[in-house]
Nanobody, 125 residues
Framework: QVQLVESGGGSVQAGGSLRLSCAAS?????MGWFRQAPGKEREGVAA????????IYGDSVKGRFTISQDNAKNTVYLLMNSLKPEDTAMYYC?????????????????????WGQGTQVTVSS
């Protein structure tokens, strides 16, 4: 069982930046960030291979968001730049030990068994 604790959410004006953190207890193979806006499905934002440089991003955030990790702290970060009102959502961290080979499915909800409680990001225009 892996426990995930997110932090760093908040309110920001359009064009601003936020950095989310996700601290994991236990071993992971892949870690991802997802978001869910009211009335919408949860979507994959970014994912990273634990202890590796492999990363993948959703089309809506490419070039604006960066996922990174601190292996010593077992923590994954999501740096969000040039935020837009449409980025407003609850952001969730997810992880798993059996993610399969790196690929686009790492942005699918079904790839992950372990989820954090979420942190709210609100971007005003």
């Amino acid at each position: 069982q892996v426990q995930l604790v997110e932090s760093g959410g908040g309110s920001v004006q359009a064009g601003g930046s936020l950095r989310l953190s996700c601290a994991a207890s236990g071993s992971t193979h892949c870690m991802g960030w997802f978001r869910q806006a009211p009335g919408k499905e949860r979507e994959g934002v970014a994912a990273i291979a634990t202890g590796d440089i492999s990363t993948i991003y959703g089309d809506s955030v490419k070039g604006r968001f960066t996922i990174s990790q601190d292996n010593a702290k077992n923590t994954v970060y999501l740096l969000m730049n040039s935020l837009k009102p449409e980025d407003t959502a609850m952001y969730y961290c997810a992880s798993d030990l059996a993610c399969g080979p790196f690929g686009s499915w790492w942005l699918l909800v079904s790839t992950y068994r372990y989820w954090g409680q979420g942190t709210q990001v609100t971007v005003s225009s």
